[in-house]
């Protein structure tokens, strides 16, 4: 095993990446996308075990903590972070790999498996919602609807002020209400400094801005996407979706339909965590990835 150690990568995608990377040099490759309102540490007790069989590899990503943060809504569509994604693993010189992601990263994730297949040797996602599952249940299913409202809001213009002249209330009334675990001070004092870097929280809500994704009003019927009602492609990678069951955000109806949608499907639920289970549970999640990697099941 190697050190974890983070290394800034400057990319042709226009953007540098802090990046920590660790594990031998000659180790299968995994690659670990963090999402909202996080970095890399999302994955710090996976990253800390798993290093010591595979390398590792785990980016801040593009408008989060130490990363560059560009201007407009523009940069943040889906495409860019996976273009980051291919581009890092390009510089490592990194053909295939296996990949992780939550939330945003499982979204960026999927989008990549779905388009790079020749890349992506293994998916594990957790707790991120499938593209057409989510926006499916965004119309026809109203409680997600309802846990997805805060989409929404994360998109009014100038939220970004309302939460950066605060962030010590963002992190108690809206984050904390996501987990049932006590913080440390250092542990809290380390997402405020990420939250805190000049241009953090607007890049960070331009990822909500950015994306196509069609979140109704409670009281709204709006049209509906064409796409819905269609086929959608299957993936072919071997996947596997871990889920915290206790997710307020992103309810046990994302899991519905999943079948259909991939062809080589392992799922693993976790009845006592929420969405922030990589460091909720994190023995759940770390034996689940190895067993799943390590090609048991």
């Known amino acids: 095993m190697t050190e974890l150690t983070k290394q800034r990568f ?47 590899v785990a980016p801040d990503q593009r408008g989060f903590a130490g990363s560059s943060k560009p201007e407009g809504v523009e940069n943040y569509t889906h495409d860019k972070p ?3 994604l291919i581009a890092l693993a390009d510089a490592l010189g990194i ?15 999927w989008a990549a498996a779905l388009n790079h ?27 997600q609807r309802e846990a997805s409202q805060y989409i929404r809001a994360f998109r ?14 963002f ?25 805190a870097q000049p241009g953090a929280v607007v890049a960070m809500l331009n990822w909500y801005r950015g994306s196509p994704l069609i979140v ?6 709006p049209e509906r996407p064409a796409f819905l009602d269609g086929p959608f492609p299957v993936l072919k990678v071997p996947t596997l979706v871990i889920w915290g069951m206790k997710d307020k955000a992103l309810t046990p109806s994302q899991l519905e339909g999943l079948d259909d949608l991939v062809a080589d499907l392992h799922i693993v639920r976790v009845p006592d965590a929420g969405h922030f289970i990589t460091w909720e549970k994190p023995d759940a999640v770390t034996g689940a990835l190895r067993e799943f990697i390590d090609g048991r099941r």
């Open 156 to 169: 009014v213009p100038r939220m970004e002020d309302y939460i950066s002249n605060d962030l010590d209330n």
């Open 10 to 56: 400057t990319l042709p995608t226009g953007v540098e990446l802090d990046v920590t990377l660790g594990g031998p040099d000659n180790a299968p490759a995994i690659f670990f996308l963090h999402g909202f309102p996080e970095s890399a540490r999302t994955w710090r007790h996976q990253l800390a075990d798993l290093s010591r069989d595979y390398r590792v």
């Open 95 to 109: 053909a295939r790999f296996t990949l992780v992601g939550h939330d945003w990263g499982g979204a960026i994730a």
């Open 82 to 84: 996976v273009a980051d």
């Open 117 to 143: 297949p020749d890349r992506v040797q293994r998916l594990a996602i957790i707790n991120a919602p499938h593209p057409f599952v989510f926006q499916k249940s965004t119309f026809d299913d109203m409680g």
């Open 216 to 221: 109704p009003a409670m009281d709204e019927t």
């Open 171 to 195: 992190f108690e009334k809206t984050f904390r209400g996501h987990f049932d675990l006590d913080f440390t001070a250092e542990e809290k004092a380390a997402y405020l400094d990420e939250w």
